[in-house]
């Protein structure tokens, strides 16, 4: 994928539903946050909370100037969860936490404009 230098990313090649359906996108909330300080870019650890089928994950996401890490507990945020796990530095991250560049390229979180359970699916 290639991304422009206002941070908008060129669109992607015709796809399948077969292979959208490849990709688990799941809500769920964040129940800890904590900053990553060993992190080359501003990040936040977190720990998300997918309901009883998928349960607690962790993902380390890019998103330390935006969001405090005291703020966003209890925030729901929507997250790849069958990608293989990733360490980023010494931190194992399972799930990837989505999210979609403001004007300044910094993540602002992906979310559900009301509560929904946690662990539904994106269709």
């Keep these: 994928?290639?991304?422009?230098?206002?941070?908008?990313?060129?669109?992607?090649?015709?796809?399948?539903?077969?292979?959208?359906?490849?990709?688990?996108?799941?809500?769920?909330?964040i129940i800890a946050a904590e900053?990553?300080?060993?992190?080359?870019?501003?990040?936040?650890k977190l720990v998300i909370d997918f309901g009883p089928?998928?349960?607690?994950?962790?993902?380390?996401?890019?998103i330390a100037k935006l969001y405090?890490?005291?703020d966003i507990i209890g925030r729901q945020v929507a997250a790849v969860v069958n990608f293989p796990p990733r360490q980023i530095g010494?931190?194992?991250s399972e799930v990837l936490t989505l999210g979609f560049p403001d004007a300044d390229g910094e993540v602002v979180l992906v979310t559900s404009e009301r509560a929904v359970p946690n662990g539904g699916r994106l269709f």
């Design 1 to 29: 994928m290639h991304v422009r230098h206002d941070g908008a990313a060129a669109a992607a090649q015709t796809i399948t539903f077969d292979d959208f359906l490849k990709v688990d996108i799941r809500i769920g909330t």
């Design 35 to 44: 900053p990553y300080l060993e992190a080359r870019k501003p990040s936040l």
């Design 53 to 62: 089928v998928i349960g607690h994950k962790k993902s380390s996401a890019q």
């Design 68 to 70: 405090a890490a005291e």
């Design 90 to 92: 010494k931190f194992m």
